[in-house]
């Protein structure tokens, strides 16, 4: 099982950004597709991007052209690049690897969540 670790959330001003970062070890993590999912309160649980082993990536349409995932498989490590944040982006965010990323649909591994880091955008 891959472990991940989730970092760099923070309180920010509507229209800021930051770059959250996600450790994995695990043998497999070059060759898996990674996610970010995020979590309001009273939402549940949802995909934000997905980043294949190739590198094409795919993003829900509420973030299509603010956020940016990225990869760096020679650190074992999953980026998202959030920009003009919204108050509405607020959430715990996790990334998730090693799921099943098909015909542009990404199913995540159950078994593989960190603890995840909290984004808290104010209007």
């Known amino acids: 099982q891959v472990q991940l670790v989730e970092s760099g959330g923070g309180l920010v001003q509507a229209g800021g950004s930051l770059k959250l970062s996600c450790a994995a070890s695990?043998?497999?993590?070059?060759?898996?597709?990674l996610a970010w999912y995020r979590e309001a309160p009273r939402k549940p649980r949802e995909l934000v991007a997905v980043i294949s082993s190739g590198g094409e990536t795919k993003y829900a349409d509420f973030v299509q052209g603010r956020f940016t995932i990225s990869r760096d498989n020679t650190k074992n490590a999953v980026y998202l690049q959030m920009n003009s944040l919204k108050p509405e982006d607020t959430g715990n965010y996790f990334c998730?690897?090693?799921?099943?990323?098909?015909?542009?649909?990404?199913?995540?591994?159950?078994?593989?969540w960190g603890q995840g880091t909290q984004v808290t955008v104010s209007s």
């Open positions: 998730n690897a090693g799921g099943i990323y098909s015909s542009g649909t990404y199913h995540p591994n159950f078994g593989s």
């Open positions: 695990g043998s497999t993590f070059g060759i898996s597709a």
